[in-house]
Nanobody
Framework: QVRLLESGGGTVQVGGSLRLSCAAS????????MAWFRQAPGKGREFVAA?????IYTASVKNRFTISRDNAKNTLYLEMEYLRPEDTAAYYC?????????????????WGQGTQVTVSS
């Protein structure tokens, strides 16, 4: 059974930093695309970043967030800096079988349960 388990969420002040982790088990995702999405209350699930060998980002987080992966640990990371109130959301780790850069949730078969990030002003 494939599981994705996020950790590292919390409450931080504007301009602060957080590091999210996503530990995968039940399958290795070397060479597959892994991604982060987020969902604020009352809104749809929004693409944040994805990585196969190289990363892509949504425009609003570029130069503030860094996605990375450690294939030896089967773990995905999201380093978030200069956080803003509009970054407040539940953050979800996602993975798909295969590569390619997909920014819509339907392309990802595996999901974590989410971790809450709250940025207070």
């Amino acid at each position: 059974q494939v599981r994705l388990l996020e950790s590292g969420g919390g409450t931080v002040q504007v301009g602060g930093s957080l590091r999210l982790s996503c530990a995968a088990s039940g399958r290795t995702f070397d060479g597959d695309t892994m991604a982060w999405f987020r969902q604020a209350p009352g809104k749809g699930r929004e693409f944040v970043a994805a990585i196969t060998a190289t990363p892509i980002y949504t425009a609003s987080v570029k130069n503030r967030f860094t996605i990375s992966r450690d294939n030896a640990k089967n773990t995905l990371y999201l380093e978030m800096e200069y956080l803003r109130p509009e970054d407040t959301a539940a953050y979800y780790c996602a993975a798909r079988e295969g590569g390619g850069y997909y920014t819509t949730p339907r392309w990802y078969a595996y999901w974590g349960q989410g971790t809450q990030v709250t940025v207070s002003s």
